[in-house]
């Protein structure tokens, strides 16, 4: 079972985030979940949400602590909190970052999602674009799933905005040296 912790910050599309990478995961035949992680937040509060995918069904429905990877939606979260903290021996940390970061038993991929969130929404919400970053660093899903679950969610002029960011993030995600 491949499990993943989402961090964001309450407004930043978290939540969204984990339901349609699951989503993404189901069409390609997978058995998927997603849940959030719900206390005091507001928005701009740190947040977290979860996946997990396998190829059979998953009966645990417990709060992800060792992750498989890591999705940070807010590049000044790891200056909060532990972003890697239970991150599985050679996990993988996707960043909203301009800059590469190092984490101890982990790799790192990071890509300015905000730069594209803001050229192609308009806004800094962050979601979809770490999900194409997402694809690219790990391979878990395809970029063609993540766009069809992008046409089924959103509307027609938004879903392409959200494409656009998914496929932006896909090309600029890299692999920390």
């Given at each position: ?14 939540v ?14 997978k058995?998927a ?6 206390g005091?937040?507001?928005?701009g509060a740190p ?7 396998d190829?059979?069904?998953?009966r645990?429905?417990?709060?992800i ?6 999705v940070v939606?807010?590049p ?16 993988i940390?996707v960043?909203?970052s301009?800059k ?18 803001m050229?192609?929404?308009?806004v800094?919400i ?5 999900l194409?970053?997402?694809?690219k ?6 970029l063609e799933?993540?766009?069809?679950v992008?046409?089924r969610?959103?509307s027609?002029k ?6 656009s ?8 995600t890299?692999?920390a040296?």
């Open positions: 079972m491949i499990e993943i912790r989402f961090h964001g910050r309450g407004g930043q599309g978290a969204t985030a984990a339901r349609l990478l699951a989503e993404a995961a189901f069409l390609e035949g058995h979940q997603a849940f959030p992680f719900f005091a937040e507001r928005r947040v977290l949400a979860f996946a997990r995918i190829d059979k069904q998953i645990v429905r417990t709060q602590y060792d992750p498989d990877y890591v939606l807010d000044l979260l790891p200056e909060v909190v532990d972003v890697a903290s239970g991150i599985k021996q050679g996990g940390i960043l909203n301009k590469s970061m190092k984490f101890p038993h982990a790799q790192t991929a990071f890509v300015d999602a905000t730069s594209i969130a050229e192609t929404l308009g800094p962050t979601n979809t674009a770490m194409g970053a997402f694809a660093a790990t391979g878990l899903v395809t799933s993540l766009i069809e992008i046409k969610y959103f027609s938004l879903a392409e905005k959200n494409i960011a998914i496929k932006a993030a896909y090309e600029q890299r692999a040296a």
